[in-house]
């Protein structure tokens, strides 16, 4: 494997592959730390996580430089991410025993009741555009209701792999309770197969998802899956304007446009569209982009060379079935892997820019003539993860965002983003299952009934 960094195109660093031998000792290890750890109790665990976070805090600067030389984000929005996962660390510490506390049903019997075990290890796969948050979100509940962790990251961000590692052992977490494993595809089904692995979790693409979920049902192991999205923005026309645009450009360029969960498809009626559209460019040409340890910038490069080739594929494409280029839509000239903040509009149904998710800083305006027509749009794609509506009937928006939105977390005048305390994850093909708050802890555990006649 090998680091490169996507604002400067300059190898960072090579990594050595594990093979199938050093795999094997690698879980095993982490077998045999979780036969220790299920035991130990929450006020054991809680004190741990709660150093986890503190380590976090205490290296933020650094953890920031890995993230940030390895995938490219604003330097300031790495730091927030590091201050992210302090935070989730902090949440399970606090909350994880409340939440797997046994649960007591009255029946016929003296005593019954549910209660939660953990199952075993939990394999996670995980992408690089939050190679810090993505990671610590699964492994702060799953270590905090007794499972141990493998983890496979994307190969593009090892340096996050073996700083995440570092973390848990500083804070005093048994060795290889949370290991790491850098393998390729291939070794990676042979994890997903393996006897002492019991879950897997991957966030990542579709078609990923997919491949992932046809390996674990083979073998009968429970996986949640947070896939791709193209989350709809729904500007509807008593909308507060100023902070619908703020929102939304903040939202899809945020991560340097590579989020699942940012602002995609602009949904706009055409009463509006006009207006939206001139405070729409004002607002994204406002965003400076260029070297993202450079405190002033708030656009970094894209990860990598191919993703950068495949957006500007799209954006071609949707011009040529149609779209009109407001703003950017072309490669800049120079290293890095960068591309400018982009707006198309006249987007319509067959264009890649409405069915397609474009991973990087373009919004596609989708314009409709009213209410109905906008959300049928907005529900019109494979996907469904996000979604957020904006109107100054908050009461109307509500109702439409509980009722007629389809997707997982659904937002009004507000930007759709995780939260600790709230479930994530969407439904489609932006995958099943839940992460974060106590939905998250429980997927990953044995929900067993004990009945004491």
């Known amino acids: 494997m090998q680091a490169i960094n996507p604002a400067t195109e300059e190898l960072l660093k090579f990594y050595a592959d594990h093979n199938d031998g050093q795999m094997a000792k690698i879980i095993d290890a982490t077998h045999e730390a979780y036969s220790s750890w299920k035991d130990t109790t929450f006020s054991y665990r809680s004190e741990l996580m709660k150093k986890a976070a503190a380590v976090l805090r205490s290296k933020k600067a650094d ?75 699964f492994a702060a509940p799953s270590l905090m209701a007794g499972n141990a962790a493998l983890l496979k990251h994307a190969p593009n961000v090892p340096g996050c792999a073996e700083a995440i590692v570092a973390v848990f052992e500083e804070a005093g977490f048994p060795k290889h309770l949370f290991s790491n494993l ?9 994890v997903i197969t393996h006897k002492h692995v019991k879950a897997i979790t991957l966030t990542g ?143 319509k149904k067959g264009m890649p820019a409405y069915e397609e998710e474009l991973f990087g800083p373009v919004a596609s305006v989708i314009t409709v003539k009213d209410e109905v027509e906008a959300m049928r749009v907005a529900n019109d794609t494979y996907y469904g993860l996000g979604g957020a509506i904006f109107s100054k009937d908050v009461k109307r928006a509500e109702v439409l965002a509980a009722t007629k939105l389809e997707a997982g977390s659904c937002f009004v005048n507000a930007m759709v983003q995780s939260d600790p305390r709230l479930p994530f994850g969407g439904i489609n093909e932006s995958g099943f299952g839940r992460e974060l708050s106590h939905h998250g802890i429980k997927e990953f555990v044995n929900v067993k009934t004990v009945y004491v006649r």
């Open 205 to 347: 693409s579709t078609r990923a998802g997919k491949a992932v979920a046809k390996q674990a049902g083979a073998v009968l192991k429970k996986c949640v899956l947070e896939l791709g999205g193209s989350d709809p923005y729904i500007i509807l026309e008593d909308a507060d304007l100023d902070l619908a645009v703020k929102t939304t450009v903040a939202s899809r360029l945020k991560n340097n446009g590579q989020s699942c969960i940012s602002a995609k498809r602009f949904i706009v009626p055409v009463a509006i569209k006009d207006e939206f559209e001139k405070r729409l460019i004002a607002e994204m040409k406002s965003y400076k982009y260029g070297d993202p340890t450079n405190p002033g910038v708030d656009l970094g490069p894209l990860v990598g060379k191919k993703y950068r080739e495949q957006l500007a594929d799209q954006v071609d494409r949707s011009i040529k079935a149609g779209a009109k280029c407001l703003l950017g839509g072309e490669v800049p000239v120079g290293p890095g892997y960068y591309y400018p903040p982009t707006i198309l509009t006249d987007v």
């Open 63 to 137: 953890f920031a430089k890995i993230m940030t030389e390895e995938m490219g984000k604003p330097l300031k929005n790495s730091e927030a991410e590091v201050e992210k996962c302090a935070w989730v660390c902090d949440y399970y510490a606090d909350n994880a025993e409340a939440f797997l506390a046994d649960e007591v049903i009255e029946t016929d019997a003296s005593k019954s009741y549910v209660s939660h075990r953990p199952l075993g290890i939990v394999f996670a796969i995980m992408p690089w555009n939050y190679p810090f948050w993505q990671v610590f979100r």
């Open 182 to 190: 850098f393998i390729t595809n291939d070794q990676a089904s042979e």
